[in-house]
T-cell receptor
Framework: QVQLQESGPGLVKPSETLSLTCTVS????????WSWIRQPAGKGLEWIGR???????NCNPSLKSRLTMSVDTSKNQFSLKLTSVTAADTAVYYC??????????????WGQGTMATVSS | DIQMTQSPSSLSASVGDRVTITCRAS??????LNWYQQKPGKAPNLLIY???SLQSGVPSRFSGSGSGTDFTLTISSLQPEDFATYYC?????????FGQGTKLEIK
């Protein structure tokens, strides 16, 4: 059974870079898209972006200028870097697997989430 | 971006009730609509994909319908474990977008 685990520092200073990694276990990172989704406390879900195992990316236009995603297939990991963070970036960050086939496109496996707080 | 609007934003119901949540897309998304359940402190869980297909392991009291711009999630007989927040999500195009959520509470 595939499992995802987010990791990264829980506290980031304003204007600095938030770096998170998601480790995929129990299955291969190939043949799927891998997304980052965030949720501020008490609010809804926001899709940040996704990366394929070959490294192709799609980003939310609202974050595109600050966002970099990468994948390391040898480690079964993918990562996110969000630059110039502000308090508005404080949220629980989830990584998720997206099945993306002709008629089925959905986030079927999620990590447990990691809290990232932007504060000095 | 495709905007997803859910109604109602919150709902009070009793165990055994039949409940329906609606989701409307700002443009046609064919059947690329998914439903998730989220409990406090937990990640969302996929319930329904492609508008009406039940994810493996999800109880059959959950069902989905619709196509184009209008979709519904129905819970045929509420169970205590169903009290949670529900989100719709379109997978027709990027950026992927979610509805604002419907919080289902115990009456």
């Amino acid at each position: 059974q595939v499992q995802l685990q987010e990791s990264g520092p829980g506290l980031v200073k304003p204007s600095e870079t938030l770096s998170l990694t998601c480790t995929v276990s129990g299955g291969s990172i190939t043949s799927y898209y891998w997304s980052w989704i965030r949720q501020p406390a008490g609010k809804g879900l926001e899709w940040i972006g996704r990366i394929s195992s070959s490294g192709s990316t799609n980003c939310n236009p609202s974050l595109k200028s600050r966002l970099t995603m990468s994948v390391d297939t040898s480690k079964n990991q993918f990562s996110l870097k969000l630059t110039s963070v502000t308090a508005a970036d404080t949220a629980v960050y989830y990584c998720a697997r997206e099945i993306s086939q002709e008629t089925i496109r959905a986030f079927d496996v999620w990590g447990q989430g990691t809290m990232a707080t932007v504060s000095s | 971006d495709i905007q997803m609007t859910q109604s109602p934003s919150s709902l009070s119901a009793s165990v055994g009730d039949r409940v329906t949540i609606t989701c409307r897309a700002s443009q046609s998304i064919s059947s690329f609509l998914n439903w998730y359940q989220q409990k406090p402190g937990k990640a969302p869980n996929l319930l329904i994909y492609a508008a009406s297909s039940l994810q493996s392991g999800v109880p059959s009291r959950f069902s989905g319908s619709g196509s184009g711009t209008d979709f519904t999630l129905t819970i045929s007989s509420l169970q205590p474990e169903d009290f949670a927040t529900y989100y719709c999500q379109q997978s027709y195009s990027t950026p992927r977008t979610f509805g604002q959520g419907t919080k289902l509470e115990i009456k």
